[in-house]
């Protein structure tokens, strides 16, 4: 079935079938790589990303019920030349050993921050305990939304 | 003769394929994605005796290097770049790690048993200080001077009694081959069964090498900003998760529900 949607600004047209998880049309279809897969089973985080300013688990949510949001994958944040501030406070604080949890981290602390612009370590922390990270960056990560909170109140 | 990955497969199950080129249909491993600029990568060697394997310096200066080990969050791209400039003496931005490539890179065994740094560096650290032994006896005997009365920094190379005379290692090797082998070790030790290099030979230090010591490294030691991280915060890390190839199809084990079962022709999948 035809569906468009909505991804980083810009409009897309992909053939697929409603039911079809949302991270595989975003991965396979429009080739957007930040995403993504660990679980399978919306448990990990890794497919975070953001749909009308809200965390959701990719991986488990059907293509049909994102029509009519506005769907931002880590790729609509910043670039590698231009990091958006979230991404710039990741390679401050140097929070990615092997990365493959981190696009779901930093989208679920965009969306964390959007609500709560000064977050306490204890609300940080609540707000990332859904997001998965099995190479043990939790600490750098922490510091890292912190650093964009903080960059977040002086600009 | 051209045939597609998939071809391949299929033939290869019932007849022998041999003598071919990889560069018609079939693409080579890109592990990491960053082989794709090289332009005739199988003509580069990837026997551990041979310097060439391990390490090549291009017109430009820069300098690749070549490992079978792989980076798998632990930081090794950014610790065999830091390692190899120290070694050789060049600017770290210079150096490039290219990491388990099959058609580029010399067997290391696995990555594995926290061993990239102890056991997969090492020959890495031959190359670089073999290159540079080469790189100065060159300088050496152009300038008419003994190796003693050189320096080197930022890959350039300078008599010390005449500051006039100096030369760039790109000049003195830049795009060429350095033809020289490296002396070889096999270990049969505990650490090496645990990284897979058991009996397998792997360079040395020759006699005559002298590797630096602690005391002259800038670089080794030092917490430096991550090579990796920039990409893996951005989205564009080029994980093998993300490796596409012609007509890719995707497999999976589907293990049954009871042992001993059987499948049957009338089972569909989903």
């Not at chain 1, 897969?37 to 059907?62: D, E, H, M, N, V």
């Not at chain 2, 079978?68 to 791209?77: A, F």
Request: proline share 7%; aromatic share 4%; hydrophobic share 40%.
């Amino acid at each position: 079935m035809k569906t468009q949607l909505r991804v980083n600004g810009r409009t897309a047209m992909v053939d697929v079938d409603p039911a079809t998880p949302l991270l595989y049309v975003l991965r396979n279809d429009l080739r957007l790589d930040g995403p993504k897969f660990g679980c399978g089973l919306g448990q990990c985080g890794a497919c975070t990303i953001i749909a009308s300013g809200k965390p959701i688990r990719s991986c488990i949510t059907p293509v049909s019920a994102v029509r009519d949001k506005e769907i931002l994958t880590l790729e609509g944040l910043g670039t590698r030349q231009q990091p958006h501030p979230i991404q710039q406070a990741f390679i401050n604080e140097q929070a990615a050993q092997c990365g493959y949890c981190v696009s779901g981290v930093i989208l679920t602390a965009k969306a964390f921050l959007d609500q709560n612009p000064n977050p306490t370590d204890e609300q940080i922390r609540r707000a990332l305990a859904g997001v998965l990270c099995r190479c043990g960056t939790h600490l750098e990560i922490i510091r890292a939304v912190k650093r964009a909170a903080e960059h977040r109140a002086t600009v | 003769m051209k045939l597609s990955r998939r071809e391949f497969v299929r033939k290869g199950r019932d007849s022998l394929v041999v003598g071919f080129s990889f560069h018609s249909g079939i693409l080579p491993a890109i592990a990491w994605g960053q082989t794709a600029a090289l332009a005739v990568p199988s003509a580069k060697p990837v026997i551990p005796e041979e310097l060439d394997s391990w390490l090549s310096i291009g017109r430009d200066g820069k300098v690749m290097v070549y490992t079978g080990r792989i980076d798998m969050g632990t930081g090794v791209e950014t610790a065999f770049g830091q390692l190899i400039s120290d070694e050789l003496d060049v600017p770290f931005q210079n150096v490039k790690v290219v990491m388990g490539d099959t058609e580029l890179t010399p067997d290391q065994g696995k990555s594995t048993a926290s061993s990239n740094a102890s056991i997969g560096a090492k020959p890495l650290r031959v190359a670089a200080a073999e290159a540079r032994r080469v790189l100065l006896k060159m300088a050496a005997d152009r300038f008419g001077v003994s190796v003693d009365e050189l320096d080197v920094t930022d890959g350039v190379v300078r008599a010390r009694s005449v500051p006039s005379k100096q030369i760039s290692y790109a000049e003195l090797i830049g795009g060429r081959r350095f033809r020289t082998r490296l002396a070889q070790e096999v270990r049969r030790d505990e650490e090496a069964a645990r990284s897979g290099i058991i009996g397998m030979p792997q360079p040395t230090a020759s006699p005559g090498l002298r590797l630096k010591g602690p005391g002259e490294l800038r670089l080794v030691g030092k917490s430096i900003p991550r090579v990796d991280v920039p990409a893996k915060v951005t989205g564009s890390n080029p994980y093998v998760h993300n490796v596409r190839v012609p007509q890719m199809l995707h497999g999976r084990v589907i293990r049954p529900p009871k042992s001993e079962a059987l499948w049957s022709a009338s089972m569909r999948l989903p």
